[in-house]
């Protein structure tokens, strides 16, 4: 944990460079200003979160760190603009009308994932929610809930995999 005088001086830090450092995103990385002032201060909190006594050059380590997060969004925006191409691609051709069949199906499919839900223990079905329904990253949940990242993501993958069953179980049945 940092003490009040190391958080004082990590504040210093900030307002001294905290101008630099936007225009080196923006310059390094090509992002609007808004997103590096977000990747800055992303950064900040990140590095104010370590312990300050193994820390000898703040500024450097600003640089450095503000540079990592913007690299991770530039790559997590191009995977998801790949997906996104990806879905608008191939649904171009398999775009169906919704009728009676589909939506009965779609409804009963559902009704499997929600039975498979509630058959989970308590514990994995409401880390699989904060994760899928209400967004958060396994090291979020970790935090909140008291958990290692790693048994956070075991849990996680368990209840998809659980849901995965319940409806692979039923198709099996269906095409008997």
């Not at 069949?101 to 498979?116: F, M, N, P, T, W």
Request: one cysteine or more; charged letters at 25%; aromatic letters at 6%.
């Amino acid at each position: 944990m940092t003490s009040e005088s190391q958080k004082l001086e990590m504040h210093d830090v900030y307002v001294r460079h905290h101008t630099e450092l936007c225009r080196y995103v923006i310059n390094k990385v090509n992002v609007s200003s808004d997103e590096a002032q977000d990747i800055v201060q992303a950064a900040f909190t990140r590095v104010i979160e370590m312990d300050f006594s193994d820390i000898k050059n703040p500024r450097a380590l600003l640089y450095k760190t503000s540079y990592n997060i913007a690299i991770d969004q530039i790559r997590r925006g191009g995977v998801r603009q790949r997906h996104v191409q990806t879905v608008v691609d191939s649904g171009a051709n398999l775009v169906e009308e919704l009728n009676p069949e589909r939506i009965h199906d779609g409804k009963r499919q559902l009704g499997l994932v929600v039975s498979a839900l509630w058959g989970m223990p308590k514990k994995r079905r409401r880390l699989l929610m904060m994760n899928r329904f209400d967004g958060m990253s396994y090291a979020q949940i970790a935090r909140t809930v008291g958990l290692s990242e790693t048994v956070v993501r075991k849990h996680v993958t368990r209840a998809l995999v659980d849901c995965q069953k319940a409806l692979q179980a039923q198709t099996g049945k269906n095409s008997r």
